[in-house]
T-cell receptor
Framework: NAGVMQNPRHLVRRRGQEARLRCSPM?????VYWYRQLPEEGLKFMVY????????ESGMPKERFSAEFPKEGPSILRIQQVVRGDSAAYFC???????????FGPGTRLTVL | SQELEQSPQSLIVQEGKNLTINCTSS?????LYWYKQKYGEGLIFLMM?????EEKSHEKITAKLDEKKQQSSLHITASQPSHAGIYLC?????????????FGQGTILTVHP
């Protein structure tokens, strides 16, 4: 999992600001999953993306959250108008479909003041 | 009810002792992943099991998946303080959810020197 990059590692935002979280998958991987780990709640699926496509966003909150994985560059998880309840660790996982093994990045810890 | 149950929730052992962590699914799995997480850090991939009856080992850690593909166990032989952390099992249901992992609540392992 050393190859999955996430930045920033820590992010502090005030209520109402925007948070942008970036994830670069392992070389050669074209699938990215985003998960959120809330205190006391465990790790939950948010969204699954391939390059230029959102495959499954069933775990994304309906408002304020969006994700993209452009043809060039990292995958971005964007949270608009952050609230205190968005404070959590956000992880992305890199996956190569034909192999199946899924590797996680170090996470971004978002704190909303 | 939880789709994926881990037991025990926490475990304290003396260095050198063997231990087992269990992961039980209410539904048949396509694949089962084991990860280790240090507090405040990312998830380290340990093993992935896909075939009923499959067993994999890495150093002192052995993971098994039962024939029905609903239960998995993680066994650590001769535990060391470096084994301490949170162990998470993640279930891949396959089908349209292929690659999307549902996680257990985790097992906190403490190893006393």
């Amino acid at each position: 999992n050393a190859g999955v990059m996430q930045n920033p590692r820590h992010l502090v935002r005030r209520r109402g600001q925007e948070a942008r979280l970036r994830c670069s998958p392992m070389k050669g991987h074209s699938h990215v999953y985003w998960y959120r780990q809330l205190p006391e709640e465990g790790l939950k699926f948010m969204v699954y993306l391939q390059k230029e496509n959102i495959i499954d966003e069933s775990g994304m909150p309906k408002e304020r959250f969006s994700a993209e994985f452009p043809k060039e560059g990292p995958s971005i998880l964007r949270i608009q108008q952050v609230v205190r309840g968005d404070s959590a660790a956000y992880f992305c996982a890199s996956w190569q479909r034909d192999i199946g093994e899924q590797f996680f990045g170090p996470g971004t810890r978002l704190t909303v003041l | 009810s939880q789709e994926l149950e881990q037991s025990p929730q926490s475990l304290i052992v003396q260095e050198g002792k063997n231990l087992t962590i269990n992961c039980t699914s209410s539904k048949t799995l396509y694949g089962l992943y084991w990860y280790k997480q240090k507090y405040g850090e990312g998830l380290i991939f340990l093993m992935m099991l896909q075939k009923g009856g499959e067993e994999k080992s890495h150093e002192k850690i052995t993971a098994k998946l039962d024939e029905k593909k609903q239960q998995s166990s993680l066994h650590i032989t001769a535990s060391q303080p470096s084994h301490a952390g949170i162990y998470l099992c993640g279930a891949d249901r396959g089908g349209t959810s292929y690659g999307k992992l549902t996680f257990g609540q985790g097992t906190i392992l403490t190893v006393h020197p």
